[in-house]
């Protein structure tokens, strides 16, 4: 199992909005995450915006890659990419880079 974490900003002046639209993200998006193997999946948001995922999965690869074929997923990127900052365009399941793994205590 491998374990992701990235790092995304979100537009301070969103914050609030971005915390309440994650206090009931759709079922069917969730479903999504679950089938396509975004599993043990947490995101952490600090006061300046610095957003903070989370998530094990098998393939990382192949997770983002079923996320791409998925309907409900560009209908959530959409909606979310007004909240973040630097996406260059992208959306921002696409700007997420894992950060490097230097320890983990098992």
Excluded: I, K
């Excluded at 914050?15 to 999946?41: C, D, I, K, S």
């Excluded at 700007?95 to 320890?103: D, G, K």
């Amino acid at each position: 199992m491998r374990r992701v974490c990235f790092l995304l900003r979100v537009r301070p002046e969103r914050l609030e909005e971005y915390r309440e639209r994650h206090r009931e993200v759709w079922p069917e998006m969730r479903q999504a995450l679950r089938e396509t193997g975004w599993g043990n999946y947490s995101l952490f948001l600090a006061d300046d915006g610095l957003l903070v995922g989370y998530l094990e999965t098998p393939d990382w690869d192949a997770a983002r890659a079923g996320m791409r074929d998925r309907e409900v997923n560009d209908r959530w990127q959409a909606e979310m990419a007004e909240f973040f900052t630097a996406l260059d365009g992208r959306h921002p399941d696409e700007a997420m880079r894992p950060l490097t793994e230097v320890f983990h205590l098992d």
